[in-house]
């Protein structure tokens, strides 16, 4: 486990005493920016910030000098990593630097190229922006400046190129300016380009277009449109068009979907849940990312304005682990947001600053293993973030439960909780471990902690179904009991008027000898002068009572 | 006259000569008498203040009840039906909550209803109000105990049935109205509406003066301040 460097931790001291500084001296400050004290927090049940230790911690930031590249990066705008190698997009100095990775160094420079073999067109790239790479070894270039996606071999070869489709719901003058791609098992491309919003623009295998997929909705607005109705031209014109926002960055997961970020800047429309800030699409191109956590996957959910930075956090780049954790990049406020398959926030962490692990302009991450790579444009540099050992103790419990080790996750989540008290998942973690295990109760009370209500309910339906089993006699009593009291009250009452006003008590003089019709009118009188009695008198206590009120 | 003489000395006898001087048959008679409200309105409300039914101890004991289990609600009310924020409760502005718009109401619809030939006299306004509460501390206390029985999926029958008992409250409050002030239907819903604005023109006043206040205090501790400097 590697180590955060003393210089690190050095630098972080004296961030809150700046911190700290700029808080005295300048006034009208958000305390936003004061509260957050510690580099790593999430967002708990209310939404308050809680600070958690650090779950990723800076190994190194690499530099062009760093590296040892022999022409200092330039506008680097994409980071692709594929077998051990972290492809970077130097689209300043139009080509691509291949870097190595390195158990002990990280990341240290392998080669470069800028051109690529026996191209019917340019056979120089022009601003490349982005490269993915196949499980056959093909290469994809989004070669921006050339207008054209190249796919090559392993040896840089000319296989084929893809242009601009024809297509009419492109307009004739669409320039294609390939921004990022990726690729899947079969070679498919699905790509971003500059000026296109109808969604990722995919391509067979065999260069045909296929169509667009995963077009973002435009947010509409009721009341835009009625106002729209009375505005003049100049008016319209001047208003924000609504168009579906493009996505900035798109990366495929190891099961084949596709995960893209949206810069989302229109807080309304974030609010109103128009807009998504980072989707997962299968092949139809439907968003089926899971979003049960008690905040929204958007990144930070207070916007003050601090430090010069309003507005939501916008994405340029996602990425996402073999546990289904994603981990998205906003370039407003340089943090990452790690959020796992049910969209609950595992960290968040980062800002903006010219410190090992702050960033300027981040564009681009990636990630090897469980360690993440982030490429900032305007820094030129790549920081490599190692897991701590308490984000491991996470990752762990993670994958345990995955694995249906249920006792051992719960085990690791116990670890994550001694660490940090406030950190929620490790209660529901700790829930959901007792719950595969069958311990109910013990469960429920991890649940309730946490106000998870659906994984409660679960436990809760289980343990209310032992508790009616093993407290079988008492159930059914209380239920007859319920139902039988009620009746046995009216019976008992209409029995009481049935042996008042019943014939076998009161017999006509038999010295009378009268026939059978006439003691059937004996009995009927009889009936008639009870019901009479018994109305008196409760007219007679009805009065009294009356009387006693007054 | 030996039997007497043992409950004297007994101590069951004694509490309960205790509640008979206390609480007297007229109390607990009225308090009763709020269940017949919950079931025939327009004939308990009307005997409510005409045939003095009603009395302030049962009015007061009602609303205290409705405070109560609003306060038991928030502690007891299981966590699938409602999460509170404990650390930014603040109890006594909690019970405010229930108790100003309530006194605001009772006002406003009395200062409104007085000038238009409404019957009801502040006090019976009141015990009106009270007794019209009656449906949320019978429903809500064994709604409580229910709650803590309900899955998320069943949380639907605690909601619909908590719904039904505002509903009655609310039901209550515009037949017990009409019904004190001798009103017909339509006049009474336009007086219930009278009444709300007068709430929120109270809320307008109230707001004006505390602010006036704090100037004025505002202005005088300044010139304190002043003063201090300068002498």
């Known amino acids: 486990m590697m180590k955060k460097p003393l210089h690190f931790q050095i630098k972080r001291i004296g961030a809150v005493l700046a911190a700290a500084a700029i808080g005295i001296l300048s006034v009208p400050m958000h305390s936003d920016a004061v509260e957050h004290r510690s580099y790593t927090y999430i967002y708990d049940y209310w939404g308050d910030v809680q600070d ?27 980071i692709y990593q594929h077998d051990g190698y972290v492809y970077i997009c130097d689209t300043g100095n139009n080509k691509i630097v291949v870097l190595a990775t390195d158990p002990d160094l990280g990341l240290v420079y392998d080669h470069e190229f800028s051109s690529i073999k026996l191209a ?64 899947d098992t079969a070679e498919r491309v699905y790509c971003i380009s500059d000026g296109i919003n109808k969604g990722l623009l995919k391509y067979e295998a065999d260069g045909t277009f296929a169509g667009f997929i995963g077009a973002t909705k435009a947010p509409y607005d009721l ?99 073999e546990n289904d954790i994603y981990v998205c990049l906003d370039r407003n406020r340089g943090r990452l947001f790690g959020y796992d398959d049910q969209g609950r926030m595992v960290f968040g962490f980062g800002g903006n600053g010219n410190m090992d692990g702050y960033f300027r302009r981040p564009v681009g991450i990636e990630h090897i293993g469980y360690d993440l790579l982030v490429l900032d444009q305007a820094d030129c540099s790549i920081t490599y973030f190692v897991l701590s050992d308490f984000g491991q103790n996470i990752y762990n419990a993670i994958d345990q439960f995955d694995r249906g080790e249920y006792e051992a ?21 700790i829930g959901r471990s007792l719950l595969r295990q069958e311990r109910y109760k013990e469960a429920m009370e991890y649940f309730e902690l946490k106000y998870d209500d659906e994984n409660y309910s679960k436990a809760f339906k289980e343990y209310r179904k032992e508790w009616v089993q093993s407290h079988l006699f008492i159930t059914v009593a209380i239920i007859l009991l319920v139902f039988l009291i009620p009746l046995g ?49 409760k007219e007679a206590r009805k009065l009294a009572k009356m009387g006693s009120n007054r | 006259m030996a039997n007497t003489e043992v409950k004297k000395n007994s101590v069951v006898g004694g509490i309960l000569g205790w509640f008979k001087k206390t609480f007297d048959a007229k109390y607990w008679d009225s308090l009763k008498f709020s269940l017949y409200c919950l079931t025939h309105p327009l004939d308990g409300f009307w005997d409510l203040t005409h045939e003095k039914r009603g009395t302030y101890a049962a009015a007061n004991t009602i609303l205290f009840a409705t405070v109560l289990v609003r306060l038991l609600n928030l502690k007891y009310t299981s966590f699938v039906i409602q999460t509170v924020y404990w650390e930014d409760l603040n109890v006594w502005l909690y019970i405010a909550s229930i108790l100003f718009p309530l006194a605001l109401f009772v006002i406003g ?75 017909g239907g339509a006049k009474n819903i336009l007086f219930l509406v009278f009444s709300l604005f007068a709430m929120l023109v109270m809320i307008f006043i109230l707001m004006l003066f505390f602010s006036m206040i704090t100037q004025g205090i505002g202005y005088f501790y300044s010139l304190y301040r002043e003063f201090l400097f300068r002498a």
């Open chain 1, 52 to 78: 958690t230790p650090d779950v990723y911690e800076v190994f190194k930031v690499f530099t062009s000098s760093e590296l040892g590249l022999p022409e200092r990066l330039n506008n680097p705008s994409g």
């Open chain 1, 120 to 183: 019917p067109g340019p056979s120089n790239l022009s601003g490349p922006t982005d490269i993915a790479i196949s499980e056959d070894g093909n290469i994809f270039i989004a070669d921006k400046g050339n207008n054209r996606i190249v796919k090559v071999d392993s040896n840089l070869n000319y296989l084929m190129q893809f242009d601009l489709p024809v297509d009419t719901a492109l307009s004739p003058d669409t320039i294609f300016l390939p921004n990022k791609l990726v690729v």
């Open chain 1, 223 to 321: 009341w835009d449109y009625i106002w729209k109705k009375f505005a003049t031209q100049e008016q319209i014109d001047r208003m924000p068009v609504d168009v579906p926002t493009e996505y900035s960055n798109i990366y495929m997961d190891y099961e084949g979907f596709i995960y893209a970020s949206v810069p989302v800047s229109d807080a309304q429309a974030l609010d109103d849940l128009k807009v998504d800030s980072v989707r997962r699409l299968n092949l139809l191109g439907n968003n089926i990312l899971v979003n049960n956590g008690n905040w929204l996957n958007c990144g930070d959910i207070y916007w003050g304005s601090a430090g010069g930075y309003s507005g939501p956090s916008s994405f340029s780049d996602v990425t996402a682990f």
């Open chain 1, 409 to 429: 996750s719960g085990e690791s989540w116990q670890r994550v909780l001694d660490a940090d008290g406030n950190y929620d998942l490790a209660y529901i973690g």
């Open chain 1, 489 to 537: 009250i009216e019976k008992y009452r209409s029995m009481k008027i049935e042996i008042a006003t019943s014939d076998v008590f009161r017999f006509p003089d038999p010295e009378d000898n009268m026939t059978r019709e006439e003691i059937r009118e004996y009995h009927k009188k009889q009936r008639q002068e009870f019901k009479e009695r018994e109305k008196a008198k």
């Open chain 2, 109 to 183: 619809n009395w200062a409104t209803t007085t000038l238009f030939d409404g019957k009801g006299k502040l006090g019976q306004v009141y015990i009106g109000t009270c007794y019209a509460l009656t449906p949320y501390p019978l429903m809500q206390v064994p709604l409580m105990i229910l709650s803590n029985g309900l899955t998320v999926n069943e949380a639907q029958f605690y909601t619909v049935l908590s719904a039904i008992s505002l509903v009655w409250c609310g039901l209550l409050l515009i037949a017990g109205m009409g019904q004190i002030h001798e009103f």
